[in-house]
């Protein structure tokens, strides 16, 4: 087995299927349409809302995640809370949830922090109530020490992705997918989207960037060696620049996969199929072909 016919094989066995695609289409456009008919008096799946994360990034892997979803709600609302007392924001959670519960009785849903928890039976819908700031910018509820708004742009990231992607023939998506096994495989602590905007950054400097899959085997093992050093820095978001610690928690098993990345970049130089194989199977787990 080539590197090229292996790492292909790898990122069609973790392409979410049609079904799943479809399963998840419903969840999200189900809550959509509840939110719309109740602020806006309005049949629409998809009007007042966004998806963001791996659904609008297009980063999916299987088995599925969680959707993420912002909806916009009118400036009547943010108006009426803003005369409350107390977790402003916290409250507005609540209330979005309670219609939502209106919709769907027998799901149990949570909200806290910044979203509105749905867990289907499939895949879970998290939403993140907001509203319009200006010229593209969001503002996000955040129920933490107290409760305030925080202001994301998440088109300036899903620009920011694509652009990444388009220079690099597609290296930046293929490089999140199989990074996003690792994360789930090996237990990872990093976030999926900190490993975004890590791959984003360890694209641009890559010297095989472009490069089909035949360089994949490199691809892999030059992002750990590179990300093991990026332990206790930070990423930071487009347009708002907000910082974000990566922490420390994952470097020994950054360090662990690099090394296991470097022995199975020898054994595929050396065509020894299945020591190759084993090495990326315990980094990545069972979706790696051997055959």
Avoid at 23 to 35: F, I, M, P
Wanted: charged letters at 25%.
């Amino acid at each position: 087995m080539t590197v090229s016919q292996r790492f292909t094989g790898f990122l069609n066995n973790i392409a979410m299927t049609d079904r799943q695609k479809e399963d998840g289409r419903r969840n999200h456009a189900g809550v959509r349409s509840c939110l719309n008919r109740h602020y806006y008096s309005l049949n629409s799946e998809t009007a007042n809302s966004l998806l963001i994360g791996s659904w609008a990034r297009h980063t999916r892997v299987r088995p599925p995640r969680d959707i993420d979803v912002m909806f916009v709600l009118p400036r009547s609302v943010y108006d009426r809370y803003e005369s409350k007392p107390g977790n402003k924001q916290s409250q507005l959670l609540q209330e979005v949830k309670n219609v939502l519960c209106n919709c769907y009785s027998t799901t149990k849903m949570s909200a806290d922090g910044q979203i509105v928890l749905v867990p289907f039976a499939t895949q879970t819908v998290e939403l993140a109530p907001c509203f319009l700031h200006w010229n593209g910018l969001y503002k996000i509820c955040d129920t933490n020490s107290g409760g305030s708004y925080k202001i994301v742009d998440p088109t300036a990231q899903q620009n920011s992705l694509q652009q990444s992607d388009t220079n690099s023939s597609g290296n930046t998506r293929d490089l999140i997918r199989m990074m996003k096994k690792w994360q789930n495989y090996c237990n990872v602590p990093l976030k999926s989207f900190w490993l975004e905007r890590l791959a984003e950054e360890f694209i641009a400097n890559w010297s095989y960037r472009g490069k089909s899959s035949v360089y994949y085997d490199w691809m892999v093992r030059d992002f750990f060696s590179w990300l093991k050093g990026q332990a206790n820095t930070y990423i930071f978001l487009p347009i708002t620049y907000e910082a974000i610690s990566l922490g420390d928690a994952w470097k020994s098993r950054a360090e662990s996969a690099y090394e296991r990345a470097r022995k199975a970049c020898d054994h595929e130089a050396a065509n020894k199929n299945v020591d190759a194989w084993w090495e990326w199977k315990n980094i990545f787990g069972d979706d790696v072909p051997l055959n």
